[in-house]
């Protein structure tokens, strides 16, 4: 059976026609590959359905809510939204850090500015989640350009 799964099955084939059919780039973003963006394709069910970016962000539960008291400003993570496409996120987030990337600089300089490094995360998340927001509208404008 593992020699089976090594070699690939007609799973991984699927979902990349799946991903494929539609004409999503999302793979070409750095950190998703077929089985990312076919999550997120499955779970947001059409991008055109959010009004914004930030009501995107809030269904992937990434937009941060204020937890500020006093002269301290702060944000905590929202629990509300949908839990796989936030993995999905913090999956790209940490692919991302972990190469020489634009978000990888980005995580870098919210370090440099004093942000601890679950802050800097969450800030990773939700500018991540703005790209792929842009990704999947582009997209959706292209293959109605091109339909005949």
Do not use: W
């Not at 930030?54 to 939204?81: E, I, N």
């Amino acid at each position: 059976m593992r020699a089976h799964a090594a070699q690939g099955s007609g799973g991984d084939v699927q979902i990349s026609a799946a991903v494929e059919a539609p004409g999503t780039t999302l793979t070409e973003l750095h950190g998703i590959g077929d089985l990312l963006a076919a999550k997120i394709l499955a779970r947001t069910a059409g991008v055109d359905r959010f009004r914004s970016a930030a009501a995107f962000a809030s269904y992937c539960g990434v937009a941060p809510l204020d937890a500020s008291s006093g002269d301290v400003k702060r944000h905590r993570p929202s629990r509300a939204g949908d839990r796989r496409l936030n993995c999905a996120l913090h999956i790209m987030a940490i692919t991302q850090i972990r190469r020489q990337t634009a978000g990888r600089d980005f995580y870098q300089r919210k370090r440099a500015e004093g942000k601890s490094h679950k802050e800097a995360l969450r800030s990773l998340k939700r500018r991540l989640c703005d790209v792929v927001y842009r990704t999947m509208i582009r997209d959706t404008d292209t293959s109605l350009l091109t339909a005949d």
